[in-house]
């Protein structure tokens, strides 16, 4: 056996210390006192500014929280200077949000100067609260997914360099949450976005028979296409693909690799919007298409960024107060929308799958 | 470490305010292998626009059938430092609270076993460690799992629950959501190390319908805490959100969904038998209304993203349900749930898909559960139903 | 060559006189003239009561509208007697309105009156128009077609006998259209309906093999089905259907009469609510199951009478004016209704065919 | 003819206010022995709980492929008079306008050969003759044809179109629905009587989004006259509906879809641009509101009964489009939707099931209509979208 690398625990030392199903450990050890003693008792809160709240308990006890931040991919380097930071000023608790930002809680008024001066001075972005945009849900992109049709951490990064006022600052009609997905899988939140990115590919994929056979199941390859283009090739002992009726979501590609999907001179990102997720006045919603296609243009995507920058502005602009982007589009009818952000209404945009019968419009009253 | 790639593309992105990625790689690049080759698959793929990932093969510990996602380099002479580069899913904590000791102590033996890099946290939810080696995972696993960290799901299997911070924190929460997703998570440790489902299945919980965790839309089975009873008004809080400039009836008012609300310049009221517990003016004068009476939790069933047949978000399915800890009902459900989707899917079918597939009927038959208006946003549309034996014996 | 009946045509004749291709004469010499004077030349119309309007041309000239109900089973008898009106106060014309009730039009004020008077005493039913129930839109029943599972003609005039007043004079929030269709092919209004009634089945069909194989198109017959339950049956020569997937649409029976759909003992009917056609505030809107069944009960089907007025009643009771059947419903939304009208809810009213996706609620908004 | 059954069940409903089918088959019944036994038949399907017709044979006239509905009793010895007992379908005139002579002379011919009972008029629209036998039917054709009256249409033909009164006496019809109706009634004649088509094809004209014809439910080519321009407004016929009694913010500027209008109790106002021409305002303040500019139709295909996959309403697929007599861009447009469908379509399969089978682009661009937000309540949900070589080369 080769050596182990310095510190690693031998294979034996492993055997020994693991244990199994413990699960996490239980959160309460993680809570800061001041959570844990009025833990289920809050009476309200308060927004302070773009990333300071506090609650107040029915105790009388309160608690700052100060969010930042975070570009998700964190390295351990970036979560020591954080850890620091908690430590100095939050008695050794930190937290994370269902959005990846971080929080910094104390009951101690006083401190909540310092923290953020501090925060800031370490070059941390203080926001996301309130009527804002916050951070971007995402998925792994080129980074780490076989997948990724484009990008995530790269889309996510550029967009929020334009967008960052309205994380730290600016407020928007209602809050604004944005997503990106690297594929259709879309492993985050791009379906129920008010503005999100997701990538898709264009072209049928190829087949390397060869590997085809030697790797892929062949009915599970064919069970996998949701729009039955992909038939069994016995020649081949492979499968075919008929190419009017693929619409290149790459469910083949995931259950059977040598099904190549991607065409990185044809690839690229959709802009869909309008969605939310909270019951709040209008139900959940799902994201619409708004714009089909937009080429892969990195390392910044001015076009995406700038198409993304068009849309908010014209909601900014049109939206009432505590309106989300899809209320708002669905109070001015989606004619209205594409005629107020000049986008093109394309053929991509009609619906012909599971949703058609509903989307088609059944109606003499339309907006000219 | 030092560096070891022109990265002209990825630099460009280190610019501008928001907090760069890049410069995360970079920073793990100074003491890891990995990360630094990371960095130049990285720029590779943003010259070419194409990921150089393989399909990931099955690794993962001794014992366990999921919790790391297999990740080989396509270009392995290339970038020697990414030819693995697994992740490593860790089940957080409910809530995501942490000491900072403990997070410590994960990132150091992380900087031991991995490339120093992570995602606080994956979609799902899960700690996830971005970056290591096949026959690191053994040690890492009982580096973890000796101080009370145990992975994530992965596979067909059921994925770490989530929820929101709830009771913790949250005036508004009607539950203990935590608690709640803590003692899901627990009891579901077999199912979720021990693939054996015939798809993912994801849990999440949110302690009131603004839903901070989205769970209506990303999770199988989504629980909404609720309440039955009055929205208590504390008319002195009104007056002051009116003298502080909120315009109540356009705010309001007008903005409730069932015009169930009215103001007359003075005194709010509710018409609280037809308010549909939205949350909007709870959380636009979360000082002067509060909710009042029974409390509990919706179930709904059945999101998830487009792959096959188009996104789906979860659809209600008990309207209403009292929980205790330790949540015996809650489990007994949930797992009576899992029983129906498990004995009728095939292999990938999420439970979302096979209730279309079935009908709602079988499985709330299945799961006990009556039919109820809230079950639907409205009644069908064509005369196609069907009668079983039992509608005739009434 | 059988001797003809008196004054019929002889075939040759027939065959003499005949003209094909020619449609309908044109509508023109069917106007009245003060119609065709001022025909796409109106300025507005006033409703002056529940059975009489006044439209004003831009000429001024004027033009009166006396709307009478009919059965629409009319005896050329009682055409006659409509005739002899028409020509006694109307110069001759007379026309039927899309909801087959009759109209008498005159450019006199003066004649409006003794007109109204003679309908009246000669038995005739006066109303229908504004903000009430007018003629329902029904279909053959027993009367005339094969496929008819209740009597369409008896149900309405139970309903009408019942609303008659909302026909003659008592308001109500908006226009109530109701309709009757005797199967699911619904021929009329039925799907688009402030209220009501069709008639279902409730079991799978029996098949008559023997005729089957012979009259019968075997592939037509299983294509038939929406729900994939039929199959062949090649030792039969004929098909056989699944049970469990058979929904009782009776399409099988359109096709190939053998397959009996018919089981009078447990047919019966259900009844829909909250259609609309017209794009007026809101779009139009299919009707919803409210009861999803009601055995037959002739000649008067009380069950069926009672439970329409019940719905009536509390739309009446609920209803803001201007406000359709269906408008008012989702104002207060379906739980309401539900527990309003006292209906039980039951597994048939969760939709499990085309629209299914749609219709499961994805809020956790709802009232209790 | 006396009477000859005793019809205790249908008698109960001669009794009530309402006018009775009964009376009307008991007037037809004292000269018609068809009648007479009509009343029999069906006083037994009363006892019996279910009807005793026979599915219709194929019956007709000469060169006609549709028009009459075969239909024999099944109980022909019981009750001979309706042994046959078909409808035959006669084109209304557009509009349902007659003049007495007219109607009568319809009339005597039909007391002549058939039953003396009627639908005046079908579901479709026409004029349905009810009950006659098949020698009846060439000499019942000659005498109508001759005076000028043509059969409609049954089986897999076009049928019958039909219109609301329109520009005949409504102020709100943008077009003229009799006009327009009765053109395409002529021109398409020859798919009407020779049956040809996969199914029914029906067409319907309204004049406007009121839709008095039911177009948008009940035809497969929904026609409905529109605007373009403003609704100019009488504010001195606004006043006078106020000081009748009229709540104006609650009955109409609430009650707008698009929120466009406004009333300060004095002048009441509309943002033309985000009017979605609904027709709400105007038909309650008819003499206040008025439609100005450029008239025309709305084109919307699709809408039939529930068999075989649910009901649809017609979908939006010309948003608008001029038009004038002798409307040959109308007939050309509708001609190209039909050759569409009849291209493509199964048998028994109705324009609105193809389309859903095959998508909106496929049939939009057989007919040479751009994509436009008009066709859509709202743009696709899901990433799964078609692109063709022609997208790649713009
Ligand atoms: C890591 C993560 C994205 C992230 O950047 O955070 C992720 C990454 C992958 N997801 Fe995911 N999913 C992740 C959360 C999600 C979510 C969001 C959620 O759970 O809230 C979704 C949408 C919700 C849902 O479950 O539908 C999601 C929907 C999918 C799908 C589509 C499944 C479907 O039925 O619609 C796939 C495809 C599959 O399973 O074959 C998928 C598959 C994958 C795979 C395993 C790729 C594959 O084809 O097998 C990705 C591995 C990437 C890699 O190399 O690291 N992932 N995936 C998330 C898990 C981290 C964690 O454990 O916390
Ligand atoms: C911290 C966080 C929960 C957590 O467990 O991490 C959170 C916590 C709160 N949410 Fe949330 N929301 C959080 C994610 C969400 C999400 C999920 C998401 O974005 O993916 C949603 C659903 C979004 C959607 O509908 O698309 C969400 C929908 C809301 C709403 C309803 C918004 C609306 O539609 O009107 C409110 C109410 C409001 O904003 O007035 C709200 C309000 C709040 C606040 C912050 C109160 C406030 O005044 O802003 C909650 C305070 C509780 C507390 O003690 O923190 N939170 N909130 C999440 C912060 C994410 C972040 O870093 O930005
Ligand atoms: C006569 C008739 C058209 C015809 O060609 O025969 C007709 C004519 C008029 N309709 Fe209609 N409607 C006629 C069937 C319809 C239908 C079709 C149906 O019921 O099957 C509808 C669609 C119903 C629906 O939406 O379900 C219809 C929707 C309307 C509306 C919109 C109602 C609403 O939703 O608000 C109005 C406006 C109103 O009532 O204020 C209206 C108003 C009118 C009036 C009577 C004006 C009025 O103040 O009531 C129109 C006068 C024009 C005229 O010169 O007669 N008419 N109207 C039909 C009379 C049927 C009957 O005997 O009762
Ligand atoms: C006479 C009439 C009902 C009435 O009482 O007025 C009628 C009667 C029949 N219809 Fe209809 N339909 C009549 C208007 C309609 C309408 C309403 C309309 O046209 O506005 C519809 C709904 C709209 C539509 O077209 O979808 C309608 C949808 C059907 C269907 C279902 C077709 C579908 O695709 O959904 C069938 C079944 C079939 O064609 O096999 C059908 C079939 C039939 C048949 C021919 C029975 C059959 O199975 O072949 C009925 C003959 C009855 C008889 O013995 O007299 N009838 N049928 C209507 C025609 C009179 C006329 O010409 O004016
Ligand atoms: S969205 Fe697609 S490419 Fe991106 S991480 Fe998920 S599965 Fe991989
Ligand atoms: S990419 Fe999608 S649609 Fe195309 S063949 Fe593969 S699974 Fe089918
Ligand atoms: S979901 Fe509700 S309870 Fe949970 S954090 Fe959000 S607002 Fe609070
Ligand atoms: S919770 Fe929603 S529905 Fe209830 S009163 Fe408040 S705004 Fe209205
Ligand atoms: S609804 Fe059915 S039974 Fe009634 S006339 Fe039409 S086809 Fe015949
Ligand atoms: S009745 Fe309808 S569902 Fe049943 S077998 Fe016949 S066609 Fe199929
Ligand atoms: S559809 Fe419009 S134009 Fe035609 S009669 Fe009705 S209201 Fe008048
Ligand atoms: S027509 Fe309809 S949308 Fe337009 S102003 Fe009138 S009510 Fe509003």
Same mark, same amino acid.
């Given at each position: 056996?080769?050596?182990?690398?310095?510190?690693?625990?031998?294979?034996?030392?492993?055997?020994?210390?693991?244990?199994?199903?413990?699960?996490?450990?239980?959160?309460?050890?993680?809570?800061?006192?001041?959570?844990?003693? +009025?833990?289920?008792?809050?009476?309200?809160?308060?927004?302070?500014?773009?990333?300071?709240?506090?609650?107040?308990?029915?105790?009388?006890?309160?608690?700052?929280?100060?969010?930042?931040?975070?570009?998700?991919?964190?390295?351990? #380097?970036?979560?020591?200077?954080?850890?620091?930071?908690?430590?100095?000023?939050?008695?050794?608790?930190?937290?994370?949000?269902?959005?990846?930002?971080?929080?910094?809680? @104390?009951?101690?008024?006083?401190? $909540?100067?310092?923290?953020?001066?501090?925060?800031?001075?370490?070059?941390?972005?203080?926001?996301? #609260?309130?009527?804002?945009?916050?951070?971007?849900?995402?998925?792994?992109?080129?980074?780490?997914?076989?997948?990724?049709?484009?990008?995530?951490?790269?889309?996510?990064?550029?967009?929020?360099?334009?967008?960052?006022?309205?994380?730290?600052?600016?407020?928007?009609?209602?809050?604004?949450?944005?997503?990106?997905?690297?594929? $259709?899988?879309?492993?985050?939140?791009?379906?129920?976005?008010?503005?999100?990115?997701?990538?898709?590919?264009?072209?049928?994929?190829?087949?390397?028979?060869?590997?085809?056979?030697?790797?892929?199941?062949?009915?599970?390859?064919?069970?996998?296409?949701?729009?039955?283009?992909?038939?069994?090739?016995?020649?081949?002992?492979?499968?075919?693909?008929?190419?009017?009726?693929?619409?290149?979501?790459? +469910?083949?590609?995931?259950?059977?690799?040598?099904?190549?999907?991607?065409?990185?001179?044809?690839?690229?990102?959709?802009?869909?919007?309008?969605?939310?997720?909270?019951?709040?006045?209008?139900?959940?919603?799902?994201?619409?298409?708004?714009?089909?296609?937009?080429? +892969?243009?990195?390392?910044?995507?001015?076009?995406?960024?700038?198409?993304?920058?068009?849309?908010?502005?014209?909601?900014?602009?049109?939206?009432?107060?505590?309106?989300?982007?899809?209320?708002?589009?669905?109070?001015?009818?989606?004619?209205?929308?594409?005629?107020? @952000?000049?986008?093109?209404? @394309?053929?991509?945009? #009609?619906?012909?799958?599971?949703?058609?019968?509903?989307?088609?419009?059944?109606?003499?009253?339309?907006?000219? | 470490? /030092?560096?070891?790639?022109?990265?002209?593309?990825?630099?460009?992105?280190?610019?501008?305010?928001?907090?760069?990625?890049?410069?995360?790689?970079?920073?793990?690049?100074?003491?890891?292998?990995?990360?630094?080759?990371?960095? /130049?698959?990285?720029?590779?793929?943003?010259?070419?626009?194409?990921?150089?990932?393989?399909?990931?093969?099955? =690794?993962?510990?001794?014992?366990?059938?999921?919790?790391?996602?297999?990740?080989?380099?396509?270009?392995?002479?290339?970038?020697?430092?990414?030819?693995?580069?697994?992740?490593?899913? %860790?089940?957080?904590?409910?809530?995501?609270?942490?000491?900072?000791?403990?997070?410590?102590?994960? *990132?150091?033996?992380?900087?031991?076993?991995?490339?120093?890099?992570?995602?606080?946290?994956?979609?799902?939810?899960?700690? =996830?460690?971005?970056?290591?080696?096949?026959?690191?995972?053994?040690?890492?696993?009982? &580096?973890?799992?000796?101080?009370?960290?145990?992975?994530?799901?992965?596979?067909?299997?059921?994925?770490?629950?989530?929820?929101?911070?709830?009771?913790? !924190?949250?005036?508004?929460?009607?539950?203990?959501?935590?608690?709640? *997703?803590?003692?899901?998570?627990?009891?579901?440790?077999? &199912?979720?190390? !021990?693939?054996?489902?015939?798809?993912?299945?994801? %849990?999440?919980?949110?302690?009131?319908?603004?839903?901070?965790?989205?769970?209506?839309?990303?999770?199988?089975?989504?629980? %909404?805490?609720?309440?039955?009873?009055?929205?208590?008004?504390?008319?002195?809080?009104?007056?002051?959100?009116?003298?502080?400039?909120?315009?109540?009836?356009?705010?309001?008012?007008?903005?409730?969904?069932?015009? *169930?609300?009215?103001?007359?310049?003075?005194?709010?009221?509710?018409?609280?038998?037809?308010?549909? !517990?939205?949350?909007? *003016?709870?959380?636009?004068?979360?000082?002067?209304?509060?909710?009042? /009476?029974?409390?509990?939790?919706?179930?709904?069933?059945?999101?998830?993203?487009?792959?096959?047949?188009?996104?789906?978000?979860?659809? =209600?399915?008990?309207?209403?349900?009292?929980?205790?800890?330790?949540?015996?009902?809650?489990?007994?459900? %949930?797992?009576?749930?899992?029983?129906?989707?498990?004995?009728?899917?095939?292999?990938? &079918? !999420?439970?979302?898909?096979?209730?279309?597939?079935?009908?709602?009927?079988?499985?709330? &038959?299945?799961?006990?559960?009556?039919?109820?208006?809230?079950?639907?946003?409205?009644?069908?549309?064509?005369?196609?139903?069907?009668?079983?034996?039992?509608?005739?014996?009434?």
């Amino acid at each position: 056996m080769a050596d182990l690398p310095k510190g690693w625990l031998t294979a034996e030392e492993s055997k020994e210390k693991r244990q199994t199903d413990i699960g996490p450990p239980h959160f309460e050890q993680f809570l800061p006192p001041v959570i844990k003693k +009025n833990y289920g008792d809050w009476k309200h809160h308060e927004r302070l500014d773009a990333g300071t709240m506090v609650h107040e308990a029915n105790s009388g006890d309160k608690v700052f929280t100060v969010r930042v931040a975070s570009p998700r991919i964190l390295s351990t #380097i970036t979560i020591y200077e954080m850890l620091d930071i908690a430590d100095k000023y939050c008695d050794g608790y930190i937290r994370f949000t269902t959005r990846n930002n971080v929080e910094f809680m @104390t009951p101690d008024e006083g401190k $909540v100067k310092p923290l953020k001066k501090e925060l800031k001075d370490k070059g941390f972005t203080i926001g996301g #609260i309130g009527p804002r945009i916050s951070n971007v849900v995402h998925t792994q992109g080129w980074v780490h997914c076989h997948g990724a049709c484009t990008d995530a951490s790269g889309l996510v990064k550029a967009m929020m360099d334009e967008f960052y006022e309205y994380f730290t600052e600016k407020e928007l009609p209602a809050k604004v949450r944005l997503a990106v997905a690297c594929c $259709v899988n879309m492993c985050g939140a791009v379906h129920c976005s008010d503005l999100a990115v997701v990538a898709v590919h264009r072209k049928v994929p190829s087949i390397n028979h060869e590997a085809v056979k030697n790797i892929c199941e062949i009915p599970t390859t064919i069970g996998s296409c949701p729009t039955r283009a992909i038939s069994p090739d016995p020649a081949k002992k492979s499968v075919k693909i008929k190419d009017e009726k693929c619409m290149y979501c790459g +469910n083949c590609f995931t259950v059977c690799p040598p099904i190549d999907i991607h065409r990185p001179d044809e690839d690229g990102v959709a802009i869909v919007v309008g969605g939310k997720i909270g019951s709040a006045r209008t139900g959940p919603k799902f994201s619409k298409l708004a714009i089909p296609f937009i080429y +892969n243009n990195p390392p910044r995507w001015p076009e995406v960024i700038e198409a993304l920058k068009n849309i908010l502005d014209t909601y900014a602009k049109g939206a009432r107060k505590h309106e989300r982007m899809g209320e708002w589009i669905e109070r001015i009818g989606w004619e209205r929308f594409f005629s107020l @952000t000049g986008i093109e209404f @394309t053929y991509q945009h #009609i619906d012909d799958f599971t949703f058609m019968r509903d989307t088609l419009r059944t109606s003499a009253a339309f907006k000219m | 470490m /030092g560096k070891k790639y022109d990265t002209p593309l990825l630099d460009e992105l280190e610019k501008g305010p928001w907090p760069s990625f890049v410069t995360e790689i970079k920073k793990s690049a100074t003491h890891s292998n990995m990360a630094n080759d990371e960095l /130049g698959l990285v720029e590779k793929s943003y010259r070419d626009k194409r990921g150089y990932w393989k399909h990931g093969g099955i =690794v993962g510990v001794l014992g366990y059938g999921g919790g790391v996602i297999g990740r080989y380099s396509a270009l392995p002479d290339e970038f020697p430092g990414v030819a693995h580069f697994h992740t490593v899913r %860790i089940n957080q904590p409910s809530g995501f609270f942490y000491t900072t000791k403990a997070l410590r102590e994960i *990132c150091n033996i992380w900087d031991k076993y991995g490339s120093g890099l992570t995602n606080v946290h994956g979609s799902t939810g899960d700690l =996830v460690l971005l970056g290591t080696t096949t026959e690191a995972l053994e040690p890492i696993f009982a &580096e973890y799992s000796s101080r009370g960290w145990d992975l994530g799901g992965s596979g067909s299997a059921m994925r770490t629950p989530s929820c929101c911070i709830g009771a913790a !924190r949250c005036e508004w929460s009607n539950i203990d959501a935590m608690g709640i *997703c803590n003692e899901m998570t627990q009891r579901f440790q077999d &199912e979720m190390h !021990r693939p054996a489902y015939p798809y993912k299945f994801k %849990i999440k919980v949110a302690g009131c319908a603004c839903d901070c965790v989205a769970a209506i839309a990303r999770s199988d089975c989504s629980i %909404i805490g609720t309440w039955k009873g009055d929205i208590a008004i504390d008319q002195a809080a009104v007056k002051d959100y009116a003298g502080k400039g909120m315009d109540i009836n356009a705010e309001i008012v007008e903005m409730c969904p069932t015009s *169930c609300m009215s103001y007359d310049g003075k005194e709010l009221s509710i018409d609280n038998g037809e308010c549909s !517990r939205c949350m909007h *003016c709870i959380t636009k004068m979360t000082k002067a209304l509060k909710t009042t /009476g029974e409390k509990g939790i919706t179930i709904l069933i059945g999101s998830k993203a487009p792959i096959v047949v188009g996104s789906l978000l979860s659809w =209600v399915v008990v309207p209403f349900m009292k929980i205790e800890p330790p949540y015996d009902d809650l489990y007994e459900m %949930i797992s009576k749930i899992i029983e129906w989707w498990d004995d009728n899917a095939k292999p990938r &079918e !999420r439970i979302g898909e096979l209730i279309e597939v079935k009908g709602m009927r079988p499985f709330l &038959e299945a799961i006990g559960v009556p039919p109820s208006p809230a079950q639907v946003f409205e009644p069908r549309k064509d005369p196609f139903f069907f009668w079983s034996d039992d509608d005739f014996k009434k």
